[in-house]
C-alpha cells in the first residue's frame, strides 16, 4: 500500500540572484553547496520563479512553516504546497485548492486534505497518516 502525501513547501522568489536561497538551504538541509545548488537551480527553477523550502512535511508541520515568516528572498504570503510525490513545480500545476493552498497537478486532481488522506507529521522519524477517505 503506497504511502498517503506528504508536502513540500514551494514560495515565489523575489529578485533575479538565487545565492541567498543556496545559502539557505545549505544551512537547512546541512548540505554541501553542490547539493544546495541542485535543489535551488535547476533551470525550471530560474524559468519559473519558485523555490523548494521545506520538503516531506506533514500537514502539522507544513501550517507551522506557512504561518511563520518566511525567509527573505521570497515574496511575502506567497508560500503554497505542493504533494510531495508529485515530483513536479508549482507552476506546472493545473489545479489547487484554495482552503489548503494545495496545487494539485491535474485540474480538478482532488486534495488529499478534502479526501481525508494525507500524512499528519513526519517529525522526529515518526511518520502519521490521516486515513479517513472511503477509497481504503
Ligand atoms: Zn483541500
Known sequence: MESPPSFDLWARHRGTSLTDAV???M???SCSLADAMRYVLPVRNREHGWVQLYFDLGWLEAQEFLSAPLPDFVEPGSAVLLDHDSYTTPE????RCDAHRIYLYREGGSCPVCDGDYMLTTRGG???AVRTSRRY
Open 92 to 95: 506546472r500545476c493545473r489545479g
Open 27 to 29: 544551512k537547512l538541509r
Open 23 to 25: 545559502k539557505w538551504t
Open 126 to 128: 515518526f511518520r502519521t
